[in-house]
């Protein structure tokens, strides 16, 4: 272990990633991915729930998504930060439920409980934050957590709750592709180049374009230039598409529509199987398939030209992305491209990023590990174990305030440097206006319908002046997360408004306490009703056990004991039906009490009925010793 002065309160380094997450660590010795309490370092994005309670995370949930297809929430960072309505096409190719939780939020449906992606995403880092403990021996409080650089505000304060709903304090919300450049530079040292981070993963794609130069007087400047993405675009998309196709071909083969054909159980299936084929598509060019349906076995050969067909829109949507990001940095020469994330595996992947770039992608780093790296790398210079090192993030998409008409006036334009301010001044438009509407908007379009809705408040109190007369300033604040401020202040009164900006896709402060109370709350009752379910499965085959018995020896027990077993059976048949009912009241101590009676009380039943099924039989033993 690492000596404990050096290591007090840690900023750990933390890869949320859609398929999966990991933790790092840096010292002086560098940044180094920490070993998993299960083994291993990559924890993929699955929780497994039994109601709200989340009973299994990581690679057994994975592992057996198939058996468990409603209550197995894998890739829920894709409903981060998002409502109900644009869900829609997140969740394509997903086997649980997504419905509208609270304030319209995106929530998931695991049988008898619903949970945000927040809640998910905070037991992935809630195994994290335990995992890096044991590996470092000290208390893990505090966390460099990456997103997407195309995370809009909503998302960004969502996962922010989930860093607090796991315990952990998110010192710093920074992009992934940014803190791939750290961990690149870092690494390299190089100075005075332009990076290109191509970061494709599983549900995400962003591309950064930074300068990395060399400051006298600090060391290291990353400063990011320019910056484009897709948060709903990744691997996924590839393996849904490839999934679709083989379903189809099944489907056909027995005459039948995809929709009847196969279950969820069948589809996650199919899913894994066109994953794992395109995977090893990577290195062969064609790989053998049998998916056994039940009633058709699909058997045949996936090449690479059908894969890279099927990912071909997608990838060409990647390479808009980077025309964009280019353009945004003024047509800069790029010296270097850093492949990020485990779908620039793909052959394809890597061709158009030579063809786009004119220049052989960087791949010495591992892109599974990259991230995390740079987020360690971060954690230790916001700890004050580096000061030679300088990031300068920008803004992905530009924020606004709605005006008269339906209009967006942008205050923060998209790629401006963070932490970043702006102000603007605004009226009223009736006399003796007392309060005034504010609407927050995220997006490059002018029209609030083709914006994002990121709050709405209302600023109060105002004295009553005629129309046009109140100077209304409004401040802009974007902190070193991202993560944007709203104030607003009336100038001729001096009024400022106490103005709580209730995030449209966030939670509310209040809201996460809640669900820190309500998940140990929720835990119990769940846990309760888990057990009870379990101990009904048992009762019912002692239950059939005793009658079968009794209706053999009944002749040979006495009134009295049989009184007494009847009632035990009694007791816990009446248990069994609260259990069924799943019954609020019901007492899962008392009935664990109940059946261990009715366990005690039949005992003699079992022996006579051993007896009598011995009766007239030879047993071996008894065979040999005569
Ligand atoms: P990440 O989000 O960075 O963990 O990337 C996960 C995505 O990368 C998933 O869609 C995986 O299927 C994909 N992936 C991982 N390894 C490979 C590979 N060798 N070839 C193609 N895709 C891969």
Redesign the pocket.
């Known amino acids: 272990m690492t000596p404990a002065g050096a290591l007090s309160d840690p900023i750990v380094g933390i890869d949320l ?4 997450s990991l933790v790092a660590y840096c010292d002086e010795r560098g940044p180094r991915v920490l070993p998993l309490r299960a083994g291993g370092r ?1 924890l993929p994005s699955a929780v497994r729930y039994a109601g709200a309670v989340a009973v299994s995370v990581g690679a057994e949930a994975r592992a057996r998504a198939i058996e468990f297809p409603h209550e197995t929430v894998v890739s829920a960072k894709r409903l981060m930060g998002r409502s109900f309505a644009e869900s829609a096409d997140a969740v394509e190719g997903l086997q649980y439920r997504v419905v509208e939780g609270v304030r319209g939020l995106a929530a998931i449906d695991t049988g008898s409980q619903r949970v945000l992606p927040q809640e998910v995403a905070a037991s992935i880092l809630r195994e994290l934050k335990e995992s890096a403990e044991a590996a470092l021996g000290v208390e893990v409080r505090r966390a460099v957590i990456t997103v997407p650089a195309y995370f809009d505000d909503g998302q960004r304060q969502a996962t922010r709750d989930a860093a607090r709903l796991a315990g952990l304090e998110p010192t710093r919300i920074i992009n992934e592709p940014t803190a791939a450049a750290l961990a690149y530079g870092v690494t390299t040292r190089r100075h005075g180049q332009v990076i290109a981070v191509f ?6 794609f962003d591309i950064t374009i930074l300068r990395v130069s060399a400051d006298e007087a600090i060391g290291s400047v990353f400063e990011v230039l320019a910056t484009a993405g897709d948060t709903r675009l ?3 998309d ?2 849904h598409s490839l999934a679709q196709a083989l379903l189809r071909e099944a489907a056909q083969s027995c005459g039948v529509s995809v929709d009847s054909f196969a279950t969820p159980s069948a589809r996650q299936a199919v899913r894994d199987f066109a ?1 794992a084929a ?2 090893a ?3 062969s060019t064609r790989v053998p398939l049998a998916i056994d349906f039940g009633s058709v076995t699909l058997r045949r050969e996936v090449t690479r030209e059908e894969l890279e067909r099927l990912a071909a829109p997608f990838v060409e949507r990647t390479i808009r992305a980077c025309d964009r990001a280019l353009r945004d940095a003024h047509g800069v020469a790029v010296d270097r491209v850093v492949l ?4 620039t ?2 052959p394809i992947v890597r061709a158009a990023v030579r063809e786009r770039f004119g220049i052989e992608p960087y791949t010495a780093l591992d ?2 590990l990259v ?1 995390a790296l740079g987020a360690a790398v971060q954690g230790s210079i916001l700890a004050g174990h580096r000061s030679d090192l300088l990031l300068l993030d920008v803004i992905p998409l530009s924020l606004g305030l709605e005006t008269i008409g339906g209009g967006v006036a942008k205050l923060i334009h998209r790629n401006a440097s963070i932490p970043t301010r702006a102000t603007e001044m605004f009226s009223t438009s009736v006399d003796g206006q007392t309060g005034v509407d504010m609407h927050v908007l995220q997006g490059e379009r002018e029209m609030v319908s083709d914006c994002r809705s990121l709050a709405r408040f209302t600023l109060r109190g105002l004295p009553p002046m005629p129309a046009g007369i109140p100077q209304i300033e409004v401040e802009f604040l974007v902190d070193a997360n991202g993560v944007l401020q709203v104030e607003a202040i009336e100038r001729r009164s001096g009024c400022r408004a106490g103005v709580q900006v209730v995030p449209t896709y966030g939670l509310t402060e209040s809201e996460v306490e809640a669900m820190e109370r309500d998940s140990v709350t929720h835990a119990r009752a769940d846990m309760a009703r888990h057990r009870a379910a379990d101990l009904a499965v048992h009762s019912r085959l002692d239950l059939k056990w005793i009658t079968d018995a009794l209706a053999r020896t009944r002749g040979q027990l006495d009134a009295d004991y049989l009184g007494e077993v009847e009632r035990a059976m009694a007791e816990v048949e009446s248990f069994i039906g609260l259990a069924t009912r799943s019954d609020p009241t019901l007492d899962a101590d008392a009935f664990q009490n109940a059946k261990e009676r009715l366990d005690r009380v039949s005992m003699r039943v079992h022996e006579h009925a051993i007896s009598e099924s011995l009766k007239g039989m030879v047993t071996p033993s008894k065979e040999s010793t005569t």
């Open positions: 990633g859609t398929t999966n990559l970061d494709f993963g599983g549900g995400t990744g691997g996924d590839i393996d994953e395109k995977i598509l990577s290195e990020v994330g485990g779908s595996r793909m892109p599974d991230v």
